[in-house]
């Protein structure tokens, strides 16, 4: 039609006149700077697709604003050579349970429309619990539903080595890489690197998932600056002072219920060898510790026909030591919890092996004294680093629980590790402690 504006800015503009409106009132509507809206009206600055909803809302419009800076966006990311990263690996088909968690994680990654701040998430627990597999299917929820246009990012930090941890500086470089910068134009210093992954993504609307994280200052040179983006971190730590750093919203994964675990395995091995066996299903579940690494490495012997049903496999997994080799290909149980206590210093990785040797009652921190020989100050702060570390969980104030599967394995790791003399002295002390 003759006379239509032609542009974002004077459409905008005349919207605005139409309604009687002033550059100020109108800022006020959107909640944005004055001075902004007064360069998106000239021209002199394009519309951010935030903005253009913004407008949208205040004016009543529908979504005329957003349809136009949407295709605007398109044609400048199209323009400059923006790589669109999709990074995610596959959500897992027999997903279960955690759906509180869902919810809480989804909120976080849709983020605060009126908040300048990054939306920072911290999914932790003990190893095997299922982490990563949460993360992704929330992200690819997230994703589905129009979230992150502009690309997901996926790192794993950990190190080459078993228990190493990716060099932040390293990570940078693949990050960028990924976002089409030319390695000619990567920073040499770490503080530059950072802050040329922020101006990569300003503006933009990025997921970024890192998964397996060691520790807080592993973290920070890698998060974004634009409020577009959202991060999501896994660790088995609990990250300390992240939230304090970056507002972060941390959510800690238990085991799955019995009723979870079941279904689980049930979705593994198919409704007709469930079926023909529920109670060894669920017996098969209980020995696995509702833990969803060991259900599915379980199911999966099932599937493989290295056991012909649940019940003959929770037969042979009775022995606590047994569960411990669950093994399908590369994936062994036991190397799950290695990752974890080989990130633990000598004094509490000892205390961790002794508590393999106390009887199954909530641990607090006088029996760990008595069963460790040392002070109960000191065996306060063993426990702490340990619960920590997912290693041990709070029951309540002042007394912690070892899971099943981890018992096991502290119960190996003493057998292995300590003097046979060692232990007979530190179960001495246990009983004599719990007759006291």
Not at 137 to 163: H, K
Request: aromatic residues 4%; charged residues 20%.
């Amino acid at each position: 039609m003759a006379g239509t504006p032609a542009t974002f800015g004077q459409l905008l503009r005349a919207r605005r006149l139409q309604l009687g409106l002033s550059l100020a009132q109108l800022a006020a509507r959107v909640h944005f700077d004055r001075g902004h809206v007064s360069k998106v009206e000239t021209d002199k600055r394009p519309p951010s697709v935030s903005f253009a909803e913004a407008c949208d809302q205040a004016l009543n419009v529908g979504s005329t604003f957003t349809t136009i800076a949407t295709a605007l966006e398109a044609a400048g990311r199209q323009q400059q050579g923006w790589v669109r990263p999709a990074q995610l690996p596959a959500a897992k088909r027999n997903f279960v349970g955690h759906r509180d968690d869902m919810n809480l994680l989804g909120k976080v990654l849709h983020g605060d429309e009126q908040s300048l701040a990054v939306p920072v998430a911290v999914v932790n627990g003990p190893p095997g619990v299922g982490k990563t597999a949460l993360v992704v299917q929330s992200a690819q929820r997230a994703v589905d539903a129009g979230y992150f246009a502009d690309g997901q990012l996926f790192v794993n930090l950990q190190g080459p080595g078993r228990g190493a941890a990716a060099e932040p500086f390293d990570v940078l470089k693949d990050l960028l890489r990924a976002l089409g910068v030319p390695a000619e134009h990567i920073p040499a210093d770490l503080d530059q690197r950072a802050a040329t992954f922020r101006s990569v993504l300003h503006g933009r609307e990025i997921l970024l998932v890192l998964d397996n994280a060691a520790d807080t200052q592993q973290i920070l040179p890698l998060l974004p600056g634009s409020p577009g983006c959202a991060v999501v971190v896994t660790s088995r730590s609990r990250l300390p002072g992240l939230i304090s750093l970056a507002g972060a919203v941390t959510l800690t994964l238990p085991e799955l219920s019995r009723r979870e675990a079941a279904l689980l395995i049930r979705s593994v091995i198919g409704d007709e060898r469930a079926d023909a066996d529920t109670a060894a299903v669920a017996v098969l579940a209980e020995r696995c510790g509702h833990l969803p690494l060991a259900l599915v490495l379980a199911a999966e012997h099932i599937v493989s026909h290295r056991h012909h049903s649940a019940g003959c496999l929770a037969a042979d997994l009775k022995p606590e030591h047994a569960r411990m080799e669950l093994a399908a290909g590369e994936v062994v149980l036991r190397h799950a919890f290695d990752t974890s206590y080989r990130t633990l210093d000598e004094p509490t990785a000892r205390m961790f092996r002794l508590l393999g040797l106390l009887p199954r009652y909530a641990i607090n921190a006088a029996a760990a004294a008595a069963t460790a020989d040392v002070g109960q100050d000191e065996a306060s702060l063993l426990l702490r680093n340990l619960a920590d570390a997912h290693l041990i969980r709070h029951q309540d104030e002042h007394h912690y629980r070892l899971h099943e599967l981890l018992r096991a394995y502290a119960t190996d790791l003493t057998k292995h590790l300590d003097a046979e003399s060692e232990r007979t002295e530190a179960m001495r002390r246990a009983a004599d402690f719990y007759l006291r």
